[in-house]
């Protein structure tokens, strides 16, 4: 075993267990913000998998797009929406774990059997390396045109809808007491405080 | 055009090998010494910039400055350096001691790993990976999570609301900056570092991208300041409203790493500005030239290690002219209120940077002589 494997492996069986552990992490610890930084630590690992695979454009898209924007997004929810109120103990807490223990297992299993039942065909195509960034561009802009056409214009609708939802003058009623909202509050216009006093 | 120029680790390498020992192991062994090279380069950076800081906001104020210690204050800095490094070391009782520890160390490794794709000479840089700037991009997108967990974990009003600020400016800038790159990135046809340098070679200073991107030019500047949270964009640490931000719990070396990664970033973006815009470590007049006017070869060993140096020197020059101008920035200008910072990132730079991508693309379309076809 020459040097570059080994190195290869070690950092192999480091990422997945980054991957794992922390994946249980997230979905087994009780305090949501510990859970969401572990979720960014899987994220890199995954992305540094990516890199063992030698496609370092998807490991530093991964990087960008899941730890750098999702993940922070996560985060503002939870420290943006940071209300303390005591939750209501559930009835049959042990039943509900058990069942949904169950059925991951179950889930796990069918994946299991999946992994070793596929023939897979082994060793790949090689590794197109540095390459890979032009040969995606040209997939994108090729055949894969209509999937990559139809994402941006799911985007575009998801930030019309949050835009709309964020300026609330648009909406002439207050959504959840169906009175009639007040306008002058809503949109309150931003002019600096000393400014305001001298006109006074 | 493009000379070979020194391979330090092939040379290295070779007498490694001419010693007995297998390329394996001499790339193992010279692995280590540009990384260790690279973290000496960044520290002294930051001492260096930290007494220009010094020195310049004295000078702005019509002061002295520091004096006794070393020449000029020279050894300043490391005095600086030691005090915090002595300093004890202190964690709140309410804090979540494990973020409140994490946050400034994921807040400093992104900086310091994109020292990776600096180049300083056609071979001198750790490693030419493909994805070269995009990565620095990706890198510095991991800081805002650090910044986020050291506000939370402080268990401080002032520091959730800094680290806040802090991730929701640098979103809002780095999407300006990474259009502004793509802008070069389309000009060079290449991510790599080092190629977009080598595009701008032809013509000493005529050819370098700030005479064809201006605009792209400022964006990139005004989003770099932001990112560093250099005034007049320090919105994160304004000591009137925040005492300082997510850095108010922090003591001893906590603290001096989130100073430490400020610093680094700040010669970090001063030498991606001059690798971009300014030529890289390309001489305003071309060496190719002044070598075959002088009638040397570009390839005698002599000529290469001069070129070399001058590479060197001609990075480091470009950055710190930029260090200054930052500098004085700091001293000169009164700080942006938050819903300014958000305005000129989301409604000016941000439509600015995409009407320089579309103009960027129509003239490279138009002039592929000039715009890189």
């Known amino acids: 075993m020459t040097i570059a494997t080994t190195t290869e492996l070690i950092c192999f069986l480091v990422l997945s267990a980054v991957v794992v552990f922390g994946a249980l992490g997230v979905v087994l610890l009780s305090n949501i913000v510990y859970s969401a930084f572990l979720l960014g630590g899987v994220f890199t690992a995954v992305a540094g998998l990516y890199l063992l695979l030698n496609a370092s454009f998807v490991a530093a898209a991964q990087i960008l797009v899941y730890v750098g924007a999702i993940n922070v997004l996560i985060l503002f929810a939870i420290m943006l929406v940071n209300k303390r109120e005591d939750l209501k103990a559930i009835a049959n807490l042990g039943v509900r774990r058990a069942v949904s223990g169950g059925v991951c297992l179950g889930l796990f299993a069918l994946l299991v059997r999946v992994v070793v039942t596929t023939p897979w065909n082994l060793p790949g195509p090689p590794a197109v390396g540095e390459e890979a960034t032009a040969r995606i561009g040209e997939h994108l802009f090729t055949d894969y045109l209509l999937p990559f056409e139809l994402a941006s214009v799911l985007l575009l609708m998801a930030m019309i809808g949050a835009i709309v939802l964020a300026r609330r003058d648009v909406l002439a009623k207050d959504v959840v007491t169906g009175e009639t909202a007040d306008q002058a509050l809503i949109e309150k216009a931003r002019t600096p405080l000393l400014l305001e006093r001298r006109s006074s | 055009m493009v000379s070979p120029g020194l391979d330090l680790e092939l040379s290295f390498s070779q007498a490694l090998q001419g010693l007995g020992l297998s390329p394996e192991a001499a790339r193992l062994l010279w692995l280590p010494l540009p990384m260790l090279l690279v973290l000496v380069a960044a520290v002294v950076g930051v001492l260096v910039s930290v007494w220009l800081e010094r020195k310049i906001s004295a000078a702005v104020q019509q002061r002295i400055g520091p004096q006794y210690a070393g020449a000029l204050g020279i050894l300043q800095p490391l005095a600086d350096g030691l005090k915090l490094l002595v300093k004890e070391d202190i964690i709140p009782a309410r804090a979540d001691s494990i973020l409140f520890t994490l946050g400034p160390i994921l807040v400093v490794i992104p900086v310091i790993v994109s020292w990776l794709i600096i180049p300083f000479g056609q071979n001198l840089l750790i490693s030419n990976v493909g994805v070269g700037i995009f990565l620095w991009i990706a890198f510095s997108s991991i800081q805002p999570i ?228």
């Open chain 2, 146 to 373: 650090g910044l986020l967990m050291s506000g939370y974990a402080s268990n401080n009003k002032y520091s959730l609301l800094g680290g806040l600020r802090a991730a929701a400016q640098s979103i809002s800038y780095e999407i300006p900056l990474a259009l502004a790159v793509l802008a070069i990135v389309m000009m060079s046809n290449s991510l790599s570092t080092v190629d977009i340098v080598n595009q701008q070679t032809g013509a000493g200073i005529l050819s370098w991208n700030i005479w064809r991107q201006p605009v792209g030019f400022l964006i990139f500047w005004i989003c770099a300041l932001a990112e560093c949270e250099r005034l007049p964009f320090d919105l994160p640490e304004a000591e009137e409203e925040l005492v300082a931000g997510y850095q108010t719990e922090y003591a001893g070396m906590k603290f001096a790493l989130f100073y430490l990664a400020g610093y680094i970033n700040l010669v970090l973006s001063a030498v991606l500005v001059s690798v971009l815009y300014l030529g890289g470590w390309g001489f305003p007049i071309p060496v190719e030239w002044l070598a075959g006017w002088l009638g040397q070869p570009i390839d005698a060993p002599v000529v290469q290690v001069i070129t070399g140096s001058v590479g060197i020197v001609m990075t480091v020059l470009k950055a710190y002219l930029l260090v200054f101008v930052a500098i004085l920035l700091r001293w000169t200008t009164p700080r942006v209120r938050i819903d300014q910072l958000l305005d000129l990132g989301w409604k000016f730079l941000l439509p600015l940077s995409l009407v320089n991508l579309l103009v960027t693309a129509a003239l490279k379309l138009a002039f592929p002589v000039a715009f890189g076809g």
